[in-house]
């Protein structure tokens, strides 16, 4: 199994910038697709981005598009997720979330189901 712990979460103004990480265990994290998603008071668990296990591909909610880039560095276990320009609505529980290679990643990758670990989440809150 694959254990991810989130960190890099806080409380930011408006405008600026948070880079969140994703430490997994183990020696199989590159053979892992990655995803982040989340979850704001009263509301359900919503996409941000996802990549591919090798990183080629990188999907964005389109909220994010532009603001937000998901990245990955195999060789240290570790997943990404850059937050620039910060707005209030930004402001949510961040999970992290990996899942086991599929041929239908392409298609799900922003659904929960085609995840199968999740960490336990980090807060980011933006102040206006």
């Known amino acids: 199994q694959v254990q991810l712990v989130e960190s890099g979460g806080g409380l930011v103004q408006t405008g600026g910038s948070l880079r969140l990480s994703c430490a997994a265990s183990g020696r199989t994290f590159s053979r892992h697709d990655m995803g982040w998603f989340r979850q704001a008071p009263g509301k359900e668990r919503e996409f941000v981005a996802a990549i591919s296990w090798g990183g080629a591909s990188t999907y964005y909610a389109e909220s994010v598009k532009g603001r937000f880039t998901i990245s990955r560095d195999n060789a240290k276990n570790t997943g990404y997720l850059q937050m620039n320009s910060l707005q209030p609505e930004d402001t949510a529980a961040y999970y992290c979330?990996?899942?086991?290679?599929?041929?239908?990643?392409?298609?799900?990758?922003?659904?929960?189901?085609?995840?199968?670990?999740w960490g336990q989440g980090t807060q980011v809150t933006v102040s206006s």
């Open positions: 979330a990996a899942g086991d290679r599929a041929v239908a990643f392409s298609r799900n990758y922003g659904h929960p189901g085609a995840y199968d670990y």
